[in-house]
């Protein structure tokens, strides 16, 4: 052994494992692709341009920090993600400086205040998206109709939880539920929703109103990346098959919030307890979008199961109170922030057990 | 895969590779000219050195003595005359005073046969002394005094033995090929641990990515009546671990900082029962040791039986050498070995492999800031939280770090491997630890 | 003397170097006039407490110190209250409940204790002025982002026909309203002492 | 003893002196504050009497939105209407409103007299051209409550503050129908 | 109003320091451990209630008859001075041990603005005795739950890097300016809504 | 309105006498003993709340001195004129040694000078770098530039250039020793604060093999000893070292000294007036 090698010393583990923080980042982007795609082809090239300046001025603010602190962090693809995440919650129509605006706020103050990715203790997108939510409520709360849905003289419409909380504030009747009621007060529907429905309903001797294919598809009016359960749920398989996310989060914050859902839901519509629609909340207002993608965010999540199973539980019942009782119609982005600023605290308390 | 043991908490699945080396016989490896051998090759004090330059030593002659009741005796590996005493550093970082050996002269042993030794008749002192006389200590990595290991505290009553034929490390085949070629003379070596601690049940565990040593083992016990449970476990690092394994093979949890003979325990790996058996059946000092040859960097890996002193580079021409330049060269398992700069660094008591590994396997990355993915929390075998250790011991705050498990660590690596961050978190804990240590004494 | 004035100004600004009396700084800024009626009750409080208390610091015993100087302070504020009512009650009724906190506003105690106890009434009337002139600018400056930002506005006394509101032409039809809410009265703060550490961080050097 | 006594009196002393000064200042101030409430209701009262005579003020004791009103009279001394004195329900909490009610439920004017709506959105109400939208409906036309009863273009102009919108039709419809369940009184 | 409602306008809607600004100095001076936050907490919550309580009844039984409410600056602060100074001798007897845990925040109490706030706020809603002491206790809760959270996050912060100017002081400005802006979720419909 | 004025100076002026009163008798009643030496001796103290004292804080300190006599010569960062106060008011005298001390870093190498064994991944900390093989350089008494004396100075009066090399600048040196402290190669060392010059190497090898592995590092060729006369320039341990107590002319010492390795005092302060701050995470891309 006469040539000197130039090897590299560490410390053990001398492997690793191939997921890195980039690696996270960009498998958790191309997951949501496909609900972004379907959200460009109902609404139309205008929400292309939303989630291009939303990522634009999203990686531009990263650089620009990246710059100032003399860090190269531009290829992790959080800045990225966390662009697409935010047009991912903007109508369509919105006016292009609020998705900057929120890209540039989640990126510099929510994110790189703290330190850059790790150091924020609160989720970048969903932050921006709130500061943007109250600067802005009426651009916010703007939406266009998707393709399938559009008449000619309407080209926007509210969505399906929007259209509940005013039409609900001063309803006297009685329906079985969400879903009938829309159908009641013609909130639109796809012609393709009343043929599913009609199979389902056939098929299954099931007596479910229309609309809930329409919701599950994501034909309805919403925040571009939001509407698509199905989408998001398919890339959500992806994150489960790699290991990207785990159960805990998603499960704990569905699980409470469907029970809460079921126990008190259909008190609003004049029913007794245990009547709630638990299938049209949770596809309905970014539940899934929520719940998959970024109640999960690792940075603003618990470490530990037991903590984040407390986390998803938090959400899912700020999430019931929010919609339920308050005067937004989602709630998601603003349940998952309030269980954002417990982490800490969480994490403080819910230490792992040792073994020994 | 159903119904298989393993431990309960944490644990990883890094990617095995033992295909490398699992079908290669053990072979001698080659005598080089000069042997290095070091005079720390196990935990506890250093031994100290009974030669000086120009002094003629034979094959298996004592040249290191134990200096306390924790340390090692250390025998020449090979006959020939002392060139030089320096101080080199050995893998684990450790500066250690080491006796240069040439090679000249006669071997005693080499190509002789020896005489099996009727051992049944000795008192338990007897084979305690044996095997401290012959300098045998943990050949897993851990490298305690065997010796040590042994001796029941009185007023304690040892119910299980439990044999380590785990081998969770990845890369390493010397344990597999030595249960499989070697299993006589295991159960032999079974034999002679239990004749000391006197157990009530003795268990192997095995790994089932090791079918035919689960089943040479098998038929070994079987044909000798002996009742030997071989415990097949499911595939998770670091089962290897003495804790894991009891946790694993018997359903008992070893309280934190405590031996496992506090529930009645003893452990030993197959490695050094087989050490056992040639001190007591063949009187042979441990000169020698069954390790692996391999990664993705060496061109023909292989399991070589090579005399402790070898330097390693000769281990690798053996092994035809380079195939491509390596990111690192390992000693040990690549989840706990160390990596080396020196590649004249020699085999010791502890060495269970050498890998060279290539940045493929590597998987090297931008290293980032934590991103709180919780995925250390829930690898760590001991339960422990070891981002929040790390900052805190990135911060100096080493008391904090002390107080949420620090000294539990056992640096098993499953942390380090699963961190997207890159973070050296193995690292850090040894930092930690190194730091409190230092404080103590200053206290 | 001056320097008893200028101090207050940036050196020891008590909002932005001593971080003392936020409450209203944080409470009020929404409009900027808002915070120039908020300025001049501080410093006429600020002015009439560090006289009595440095007229009086011979006079009170060390055990109701404490006491004293919150019953002149509170004695100040209760006229700035009524004669605000009385004579301007649209900024009454916007400054709202922080009018009688200036009783609390660690800044007034705090100058009371830490100056006006120890020096003579001149030095304390420059303390005075220099501590209420440095909070008003400090609470202007805030008010003047909050605003402008928030509400795309800047409200200044109504004088003649003009009415006192300044449109700022973009802003104005799509405000950043966040800025005019208790989250954004925070981030600019935050972000104002940033600079300031900055900045004198900067001079330091 | 002595001490206790000393330090209690010199306290005493202090609030002594505080407490006349304060009373003074106040002698002179209060009834300039009188002055001023009564003024700015006058003025209220003035703007929503639409030109018509303003009666006694009158209690109402069993209705959650109508506190109270004065009856309007016109030049005659024949009733016309009423002013109301409401309590609606905003986003962010109750609103004073008063309102003229012609005796046939029409509303013929409205001011916002205190609410702590969110600046920018719902207290865009305290501007007189909002509540345009509200006046003349009533006897033939609902009082609009909802944001889908407004033309495309008044929809727009109130953008997001559904609620407030909400919260002053409701009270005023309220007030609407109060007035034509009690007629002339 | 009902004592839940007040309990739940107190700690969440018109959360002291997330909304009404009241109560600043303390929450960001003594929010760098979460030891001494929940101290400081306690202490707010207790000596809250205790004026809230005490101050109605100046106003009830001194200032309203006399029909001297203009005096109500002057008096509540002296009622409140004291009551804290008197608490503190109180409990420097008592329990020694509680004095080491509370007592170096009882001092910073006076000119705590969110102590005077809740008095005046208590009058202007016009509670009665019962209703003033749970508004009291509620908005200590609100102010022991807002500086609570804060704590932990501070704790967090402490181990990350942060940009130099902001460290300290701007960081956590800004930190309370998120959490405002998380707590707008709690509004008004919310009471109405669940309370009716 | 006369009614009013009555009333308000009635009830203001019983409820502060009451209140006056009831203060002043609970005090009396109820006082607990403080020493309020602790408070004096707290503001004199800097504040720097470094712990070379060995106490938590300055308070800590105070404290201790109050209450457990905790000699009064213990807070570096104050030096004499501190303690002669702290003894004022302790009612004791003092004894204080009069030059003040200061760290300073003796090794100059980096990577044009030195060789270095491996390539080092790891924890950007002295200590961790010492785990492995006692850090990358071939040369084992040097700096290992981590910068962990960077990070536990609590008055940032140490930095580095862009060589990466770390200095110290005395005038910010409290010297409060943590740096001395957390340094694993002992290559930060105490020096006079009027020092003139230092020799910048701390390798105890001897001199051909120094030479081998750097460039600036001390040699022990002994030219020093012989061109100092009294400059207090001794060779020990193949190292060159200054007697600070003799005051000789060093320079022809300083210039003949072939691995220029004696450098002066003044380089230090210019070097670092650009404080780079130390970034733990390099992240790239």
Excluded at chain 2, 93 to 106: D, F, T
Excluded at chain 2, 200 to 205: K, P, Q, S
Excluded at chain 4, 155 to 164: E, F, K, N, Q, R
């Amino acid at each position: 052994m006469s040539e000197k090698l130039n090897l590299l010393v560490e410390s053990s583990p001398q492997i690793h494992n191939s997921d890195s923080t980039a690696s996270i980042m960009w498998t958790v982007t191309i997951c949501l692709l496909p609900a972004g795609l379907w959200g460009i082809w109902i609404f139309g090239s205008r929400a292309l341009f939303v989630l291009v300046a939303s990522i634009a001025a999203s990686v531009l603010s990263e650089a620009l920090m990246n710059y100032m602190v003399k860090r190269r962090t531009l290829m992790d693809g959080s800045a990225f993600l966390t662009g697409l995440l935010i047009g991912y919650n903007m109508p369509a129509a919105v006016p292009l400086y609020v998705p900057v605006v929120a890209s540039i706020f989640a990126i510099v103050v929510v994110k790189w205040m703290f330190g850059g990715l790790g150091g924020n203790f609160m989720n970048p997108a969903l932050a921006g998206r709130v500061f943007v939510f109250f600067s802005w409520t009426s651009q916010m709360t703007t939406w266009t109709m998707p393709r399938m849905l559009k008449a000619a003289d309407t080209v926007s419409g509210a969505t399906p939880l929007g259209f509940l909380k005013t039409g609900l504030l001063d309803f006297n009747g009685a329906v079985s539920g969400p879903a009938q009621f829309l159908t009641q007060q013609g909130y639109p529907q796809t012609v393709t929703d009343g043929k599913v429905m009609e199979w389902i309903n056939s098929t299954f001797h099931t007596h479910l109103s229309g609309g809930y294919y329409d919701l599950f598809m994501g034909n309805i009016p919403g925040s571009i990346g939001e509407v698509s359960a199905f989408l998001l749920l398919l890339g959500t398989i992806y994150l489960f098959y790699k290991k990207i996310i785990t159960w805990e989060v998603p499960v704990s914050y569905l699980a409470s919030f469907g029970l809460l859902v079921w126990i008190f839901g259909g008190r609003r519509y004049g029913l007794s307890f245990f009547s709630g629609d638990i299938l049209f909340n949770i596809f309905s207002g970014g539940i899934i979008l929520g719940a998959f993608y970024m109640a999960t965010d690792m940075v603003t999540s618990p470490l530990t199961r037991k903590g984040m199973i407390i986390f998803g539980v938090g959400v899912g019942f700020l999430t019931f109170l929010i919609r339920f009782y308050g005067s937004f119609p989602e709630g998601v982005s603003l349940a998952i922030i309030l269980m954002n600023i417990s982490v800490p605290l969480i994490d403080k308390y819910s230490k792992t057990k040792d073994s020994g | 895969m159903k119904g298989l043991k393993t431990f309960s908490i944490g644990g990883v699945h890094p990617p095995g590779r033992k295909y490398l080396t699992d079908r290669k016989e053990i072979i001698n490896a080659v005598i080089p000219g000069t042997f290095v051998v070091p005079m720390s090759q196990h935990l506890g004090a250093p031994s100290e050195c009974l030669v000086s330059v120009g002094d003629k030593v034979s094959e298996g002659m004592l040249i290191g003595k134990s200096s306390g009741f924790i340390s090692s005796n250390i025998h020449s590996p090979v006959p020939g005359t002392v060139k030089e005493i320096k101080d080199i550093y050995l893998p684990n970082g450790m500066l250690s005073k080491a006796v240069v050996i040439e090679l000249e002269g006669e071997f005693d042993r080499l190509g002789k046969e020896q005489d099996a030794e009727d051992w049944k008749s000795f008192s338990k002192e007897d084979l305690l002394g044996i095997i401290a006389e012959s300098g045998i200590v943990g050949l897993g990595g851990a490298t305690f005094p065997a010796n040590v290991k042994f001796m029941v505290p009185k007023g304690k009553k040892v119910e299980f033995l439990v044999i380590n034929g785990v081998e969770c490390e990845p890369y390493l085949t010397a344990d597999h090929r030595l249960m499989l070629e070697r299993a006589d003379m295991i159960l032999e070596g079974i034999r002679i641990i239990a004749a000391i601690v006197e157990p009530e049940r003795i268990a192997i565990g095995i790994e089932i990515n090791k079918p035919d040593a689960i089943e040479a083992m098998e038929k070994a016990a079987e044909k000798a009546a002996f009742p030997l449970e071989v415990v097949p476990l499911k595939i998770k690092y670091p089962q290897g671990d003495e804790k894991q394994l009891l946790k694993a093979v018997t359903g008992r949890e070893v309280p934190s900082g405590a031996l496992p003979i506090e529930i009645g325990c003893v452990v030993s790996n197959v490695g050094t029962v087989h050490a056992v058996y040639e001190a007591v059946v063949l009187k042979k000092p441990l000169i020698e040791r069954v390790l692996t040859v391999t990664g993705g960097g060496i061109k023909e890996p292989k399991n070589l039986k090579a005399r402790i002193g070898t330097p390693i580079s000769s281990l690798i021409e053996e092994c035809g050498g380079f195939s491509e330049v390596p990111e690192k060269v390992v000693v040990g398992g690549p989840m706990m070995g160390f990596t080396i700069y020196d590649l004249d660094t020699p085999v010791t008591k502890g060495t269970s492999g050498i890998l060279a590994l290539t940045s493929k396997e590597v998987k090297n990355a931008a290293r980032t800031s934590c991103i709180s993915c919780g995925r250390c929390v829930n690898a760590c075998p001991m339960g422990l939280n070891p981002t929040t250790l790390f900052k805190f011991i990135d911060h100096g705050e080493y008391d904090e770090a002390e107080k949420i498990g620090l000294m539990d660590c056992k640096e098993c690596g499953s942390c380090g491997f699963i961190c997207p961050a890159r973070i050296p978190l193995i690292q850090g804990m040894r930092l930690g630890k190194k730091m409190l240590r230092k404080k103590k004494v200053k206290a | 003397m001056l320097k008893e004035f200028t101090k207050g100004i940036f050196r020891e600004n008590p909002i932005f170097i001593i971080v003392l009396g936020l409450c209203p700084a944080l409470g009020v800024s929404t409009k900027v006039i808002n915070a120039i009626g908020m300025g001049a009750g501080v410093i006429f409080v600020l002015l009439g407490s560090n006289i009595f208390v440095s007229l009086l610091k011979n006079f009170i015993p060390e055990k109701v110190r404490i006491p004293s100087y919150i019953v002149i302070i509170a004695s100040f504020v209760t006229i700035v209250q009524m004669v605000m009512e009385a004579f301007a009650p649209a900024l009454y009724k916007s400054l709202g409940v922080f009018v009688p906190l200036i009783v609390v506003n660690c800044i007034i105690l705090g100058r009371a204790e830490a100056f006006a106890n120890k020096n003579t009434v001149m030095s304390s009337i420059m303390d005075a002025l220099g501590m209420g002139v440095g909070f008003t600018l400090a609470l202007l400056l805030i008010a003047f982002i909050r605003e402008s930002l928030g509400a795309g506005t800047i409200t200044l006394f109504p004088v003649g026909s003009f009415s006192g509101v300044i449109r700022i032409p973009v802003l104005a039809d799509n405000p950043i309203r966040v800025f005019g809410l208790a989250a954004g009265a925070l981030l600019v703060i935050g972000f104002l002492k940033a600079f300031f550490n900055w900045y004198s961080e900067r001079r330091a050097r | 003893m002595n001490d206790i006594l000393r330090i209690g009196s010199k306290l005493a002393l202090i609030c002594a002196v505080a407490a006349i000064s304060l009373g003074l200042v106040n002698a002179v101030t209060e009834p300039k504050i009188n002055q001023m409430r009564e003024q700015k209701l006058m003025n209220a009262l003035k703007q929503v009497a639409v030109g018509m005579e303003v009666g006694k003020y009158k209690k109402v004791a069993d209705n959650p939105v109508v506190k109270g009103y004065y009856p309007l009279r016109d030049n005659s001394g024949k009733q016309k209407g009423y002013i109301f004195d409401l309590v609606g329900m905003g986003y962010g909490g109750d609103l004073d409103i008063i309102a003229g009610v012609s005796t046939k439920g029409k509303i013929l004017s409205v001011v916002m007299m205190n609410d702590q709506e969110t600046p920018g959105l719902g207290k865009e109400a305290e501007n007189p051209e909002y509540m345009k939208k509200y006046i003349g409906t009533g006897e033939i036309s609902p009082v609009p409550v909802r944001k889908s009863q407004l033309s495309q273009e008044e929809a727009d102009a109130i953008t997001g503050a559904s609620i407030t919108f909400m919260g002053i039709g409701k009270a005023l419809e309220a007030a609407s129908d109060f007035a034509k369940k009690e007629g002339v009184e | 109003m009902t004592y839940i409602g007040i309990i739940i306008t107190f700690v969440f809607i018109n959360n002291f320091i997330l909304t009404q600004f009241l109560g600043l100095c303390p929450f960001i001076g003594v929010s760098k451990n979460i030891e001494s936050a929940v101290g400081m907490g306690f202490a707010v919550t207790f000596v809250m209630a205790l004026a809230s309580l005490a101050t109605w009844a100046i106003q009830n039984f001194i200032l309203v008859p006399l029909n001297i409410e203009f005096l109500q600056t002057i008096t509540f602060i002296l009622v409140i001075a004291s009551l804290v100074q008197f608490v503190e001798l109180v409990i420097q007897n008592i329990s020694p041990a509680l004095y080491k845990a509370l007592g170096i925040y009882l001092p910073l109490i006076t000119t705590n603005c969110a102590v005077l706030g809740i008095a005046i706020i208590s009058v202007q809603s016009k509670f009665n005795a019962l209703e003033s002491f749970v508004a009291g206790f509620a908005a200590g809760l609100g102010f022991l739950l807002a500086i609570l959270l804060m704590s932990a996050i501070r704790t967090k912060l402490d181990s990350e890097w942060i940009p130099k100017p902001f460290r300290g002081i701007p960081i956590a400005f800004i930190t309370g300016g998120l959490m405002a802006l998380a707590f707008m979720a709690f509004d008004k419909a919310l009471l109405t809504n669940l309370i009716g | 309105m006369l009614l009013k004025i009555v009333f308000s100076f009635l009830s203001v002026t019983l409820l502060g006498g009451l209140l006056g009163v009831g203060l002043a008798v609970a005090a009396k009643l109820l006082a607990v003993k403080k020493d309020e030496r602790i408070g004096e001796v707290e503001s004199i103290l800097p504040g720097a709340n470094c712990g070379a004292c060995g106490y938590p804080g300055c308070s800590g300190y105070a404290e201790a001195v109050v209450n457990e006599g905790a000699s009064l010569t213990l807070c570096s960062p104050g030096g004499a004129e501190v303690a002669e106060k702290i003894a004022k008011i302790m009612g004791q005298s003092v004894e204080v040694s009069a030059t003040k001390m200061v760290a300073q870093v003796h090794c100059r190498g980096t990577r044009d000078t030195s060789k270095y064994a491996f390539d080092y991944n790891g924890l950007a900390d002295c200590n961790a770098m010492m785990i492995l093989y006692g850090g990358d350089k071939e040369c084992k008494y040097g700096c290992l530039q981590g910068g962990s004396c960077i990070a536990v100075c609590p008055v940032d009066a140490i930095g580095r250039d862009e060589k990466n090399r770390i200095w110290v600048d005395k005038d910010r040196c409290i010297s409060c020793g943590k740096c001395i402290d957390v340094c694993p190669t002992n290559v930060m060392k105490w020096v006079p604060y009027d020092a003139d010059y230092i020799v910048a190497c701390n390798s105890k090898d001897k001199g051909a093999k120094t030479r081998k592995y750097c460039t600036v590092g001390c040699i022990a060729c002994k030219i020093c000893e012989k061109k100092s006369g009294d400059g207090g320039f001794i060779v020990e341990d193949f190292l060159a070292h200054i007697e600070y107590d003799m005051k000789g002319d060093r320079t022809a010492a300083v210039e003949s000294c072939p691995a220029k390795c004696i450098i002066s005092t003044k380089t230090a302060k210019a070097e670092i007036d650009e404080v780079k701050e130390t970034v733990k995470v390099n992240d790239e891309s």
